[in-house]
């Protein structure tokens, strides 16, 4: 499966919000999965988005086609865009399913990894962070997929709510991060908690 990461800052609200809506059109793509997204919590107007899809082929064949017909609509309501694609890993918890229908919350880390400390960097998620997100109240699932270079890893984790993830946070991360190594792995982490726009899902 392949994992799409969108993030944007918004210029035109109303007008983004609007094209978001054309993004319905996916529901007919061969091999789209599932989309949504939401509002950046700490950076005002800054949007992301995650896509789902069976492969890259579908994914390639779709881009070809289908992708800027779509995109039309939200020409000039966002700047700063980035994106990037990852393949599925694993599961955190199990059992994932990309939907957003009963998420109030996502979680987004993006870790860069020093080449030599791949291998122990999996591992860890595996050993140390999984086990720790899935035996969260209100984690509801999340998935751990890696960039084609290789050495970047994206987690995505959906909660039922912002007071749950929240409890997550404080009395786990930095006690993780240290039986991880996290610092000894990585060379930058950047990451983001989103509230989840119902009317973006596709």
């Excluded at 007008?15 to 919590?41: D, I, M, N, V, Y």
């Excluded at 992708?67 to 994932?96: I, P, S």
């Excluded at 987004?108 to 720790?132: D, G």
């Excluded at 786990?172 to 060379?187: C, K, Y």
Aim: proline share 3%; aromatic share 12%.
């Amino acid at each position: 499966m392949l994992v799409k990461w969108m993030r944007c800052t918004v210029v035109d609200r109303r007008g983004f919000e609007r094209g978001q809506r054309k993004w319905a059109g996916l529901l007919g793509e061969p091999g789209f999965r599932a989309q949504g997204g939401g509002w950046s919590r700490s950076r005002p107007g800054v949007a992301h988005l995650f896509g789902f899809w069976e492969s890259r082929a579908f994914y390639d064949s779709f881009m070809a086609r289908s992708h800027d017909r779509l995109a039309a609509a939200q020409n000039g309501t966002y700047k700063d865009a980035q994106v990037r694609l990852f393949e599925y890993r694993f599961d955190v918890k199990v059992g994932f399913q990309p939907g957003f229908a009963d998420a109030d919350l996502l979680r987004v880390a993006h870790c860069k990894v020093r080449r030599e400390r791949i291998e122990h960097y999996t591992l860890m998620q595996e050993k140390v962070w999984n086990p720790a997100m899935a035996g969260s109240p209100g984690m509801l699932r999340g998935v751990f997929a890696q960039a084609r270079s290789e050495d970047e890893f994206l987690v995505l984790s959906m909660w039922d709510s912002a007071a749950e993830h929240g409890k997550y946070r404080t009395e786990r991360i930095e006690r993780l991060a240290l039986r991880a190594q996290l610092g000894a792995d990585v060379t930058a982490v950047t990451g983001d908690v989103i509230d989840l726009e119902p009317a973006w899902t596709v």
